[in-house]
């Protein structure tokens, strides 16, 4: 009689258990996700679009606006410690208290040609900038804002350093509005003016460095309500609101220009902010797994609940371990040993498979812990290494030990980092604190965002509590006739272009080029003044002069109003707008080039159209010779070819085909 195999006892696997867990969570790719999946999460969101201004100035001083500098180009230093004010109500914002647990030293690079003492605090605004206000206004018009008043300015505090003084002077013009989408109308909450904060250089340790140029340069604000329930609709939203502010001409283009700050929640979740996105096709893939990681977070909370009684009382064990009792060869280890660092050992009770447990795709939530060590106890990464590492650092047989040494339990997990002294407390701190947020769900932060979609922990997301009035700045009223003669210059709206480009049959394809460049306009003026084709001339825009940009350098600075100089100049000229296609690609390496020697470049050589025409009996007498095909279709297109050299820009294409038919 046989006997009865004893089940086998499943070791566990961090990788399978990272696997398992996005089952759970329903994971799928963006490319697969369908409307569905985003209802099944209660996928929601919303954006603030940041666009700097046009102006020549500043918001609140006279230093020159959009002029940049190199990493090495300052002529001083200066170096600032931030700590936190009490708001109105007597409380401390929760960004600032953070911030200032970090205790980072912040230098300003400081070039004279784009900076005063206004920049680094040491005297108060000036009026602000009239030219900014204006344009600003004009957008908040577009938007269908409903127009304040009068204008207040209040201070924003920002203890990241981004802004030397420590607050942001900012002020809403606008309540109230609206954009349409192609399926829907999405609500705007508000529009402010704002001035831009510094670049940051680097952040290492406690140091973080800026550059002041770009400080202080007007800026605008688009809030929406957070009514976008997918993240094409999301990205739709951002490139309107995108277009609209482009539209007007008053707004900067260019890398840094405009920046979204993505905000994604889901079902049983709370408010994340992605912050500063730069570029619009980025949304989709960003806002999908932000919204998948709170659902992984959401299952992360769930199975802590079932498995800890008391969430209140739980907290984390740790112990100080010496190096020459284990066998820890991870060279990070060993690097910090150097620097003296010590080396901790932390329990986490009832934590089995939660640090493998899927976040977002290949992150886990051990990433979540690691990821606020480096920002708010500023230990660089790598910075620990626990015990469901999906690659392990170091030997299983040391994890045992640890378990030994902290009296750990079959359900706990372990973690063992290496730190500076002094930052010991704020790690042990911050570890406990982001495990304790696991009981809660997700926690409201600001993130960070990268190319893969993916994002990291930046700061706690900041409270009412950082906004109070700025005391240097008179409220400014702004009158009704001002308003209703702003409103008279406004260009048309977006929509009422799009829907313009449908009916002049431009493809579809070349809208976000062209809205993107604002060359509406453009189009519009050669359209109506050179009588020119609007399909012709929409394509040669959309998809000519797109390829030429992404494949060729120009010289010079190209400005698209040459366009219109070369469609003119083919016009008087009498020569055939086919010839744009072989000017362009020279026009745009060389703009200060004038037309005639283009010609002369490209071997073109006037032909009278009657000239072209008498050689169709011949080139048909000669294909009847050499007959490759029966079809007169083909025969059609081989004299086409034969003639095409010398029949491009002297003739039309359809005016030749319809020659060899009837000839």
């Not at 509590?465 to 001002?482: G, K, Q, V």
């Not at 059609?636 to 070819?641: F, V």
Request: proline share 5%; glycine share 4%.
């Amino acid at each position: 009689m046989k006997k009865n195999k004893s089940p086998e006892i499943t070791k566990f696997s961090p990788k399978k258990n990272y696997e398992l867990t996005q089952k759970e969570v329903g994971y799928i790719p963006r490319k697969k996700a369908k409307k569905a999946d985003y209802e099944r999460i209660g996928f929601m969101s919303g954006l603030e679009v940041h666009q700097q201004l046009k102006t020549k100035e500043k918001l609140f001083c006279h230093c020159p606006a959009g002029v940049f500098h190199s990493h090495d180009d300052f002529n001083a230093e200066i170096i600032r410690h931030m700590r936190p004010t009490l708001s109105e109500l007597g409380e401390y914002d929760g960004t600032a208290l953070m911030e200032y647990k970090t205790r980072k030293e912040i230098i300003y690079r400081i070039n004279n040609q784009t900076a005063c003492t206004y920049e680094i605090d040491d005297t108060p605004p000036f009026k602000i900038n009239q030219e900014a206000l204006e344009y600003a206004l004009e957008i908040s018009l577009l938007s269908k804002f409903n127009i304040v008043g009068e204008v207040h300015i209040t201070r924003k505090q920002y203890l990241d350093g981004s802004i030397p003084a420590g607050f942001q002077r900012t002020a809403i013009l606008g309540v109230e509005g609206e954009i349409p989408l192609k399926n829907k109308k999405v609500r705007l909450i508000q529009l402010s003016i704002e001035e831009d904060s510094s670049r940051e250089i680097s952040d290492i340790g406690h140091t973080r460095v800026y550059k002041t140029d770009r400080l202080g340069m007007p800026l605008i604000e688009t809030v929406t309500y957070p009514e976008m329930y997918t993240p094409d609709e999301l990205k739709e939203a951002a490139e309107y609101i995108r277009f609209l502010n482009r539209s007007t001409g008053r707004v900067r283009v260019g890398s840094g220009a405009g920046r979204e700050d993505v905000n994604v929640s889901c079902k049983g979740g709370t408010r994340v902010e992605i912050k500063g996105v730069s570029y619009n096709k980025l949304i989709p893939e960003l806002s999908h797994i932000e919204g998948f990681r709170q659902w992984a977070l959401l299952n992360i909370k769930r199975k802590l609940n079932d498995n800890v009684k008391d969430p209140t009382i739980w907290k984390i064990q740790h112990k100080e371990i010496d190096y020459r009792d284990f066998d820890l060869k991870y060279e990070p280890i060993t690097n910090g040993l150097i620097d003296k660092y010590r080396i901790l050992a932390v329990n986490l009770p009832d934590f089995k498979g939660i640090l493998s447990h899927f976040t977002q795709p290949g992150k886990i939530f051990a990433n979540e812990i690691s990821d606020r060590l480096k920002v708010i106890a500023c230990i660089e990464k790598p910075n620990m290494v626990h015990s469901e590492e999906l690659e392990p650092k170091i030997i299983e047989e040391n994890f045992t030990k640890i378990k030994e040494l902290l009296n750990a339990k079959e359900n706990d997990a372990q973690i063992i980092f290496w730190a500076p002294e002094a930052d010991i407390p704020t790690a042990l701190e911050t570890i406990e604190e982001r495990c304790k947020m696991a009981f809660e769900g997700v926690p409201q932060e600001t993130r960070k965002s990268f190319l893969d979609g993916t994002t990291i922990f930046e700061r706690v997301l900041p409270g009412a509590d950082r906004m109070y009035p700025d005391t240097d700045s008179a409220p400014i009223p702004l009158e009704n006739n001002y308003i209703d003669e702003l409103s008279k210059s406004l260009p048309s709206e977006v929509i009422d272009r799009y829907n313009q480009l449908n009916k002049w049959g431009i493809p579809e394809d070349t809208y976000t080029y062209i809205f993107r460049n604002n060359l509406f306009p453009l189009i519009e003026k050669i359209i109506k003044t050179l009588k020119i084709n609007p399909k012709f001339i929409g394509t040669f825009i959309g998809h000519k002069l797109k390829f030429i940009e992404g494949h060729y350098t120009s010289a010079d600075k190209f400005e698209y109003s040459k366009i219109y100089d070369l469609f003119k100049y083919l016009t008087d000229s009498k020569l055939d707008i086919q010839l744009s296609k072989k000017i362009l690609p020279v026009v745009f390496q060389y703009p200060k080039m004038d037309f005639d020697s283009i010609l002369t470049s490209i071997n073109f050589k006037s032909v009278p159209k009657e000239e072209i025409l008498s050689k169709i009996p011949f080139l048909k007498q000669k294909y009847s010779e050499i007959k490759t095909s029966k079809d007169d279709k083909v025969a059609k297109n081989w004299i086409m070819g034969e003639l095409q050299k010398t029949a491009i820009g002297n003739i039309p294409p359809d005016q030749l085909a319809q020659a060899i038919v009837q000839n």
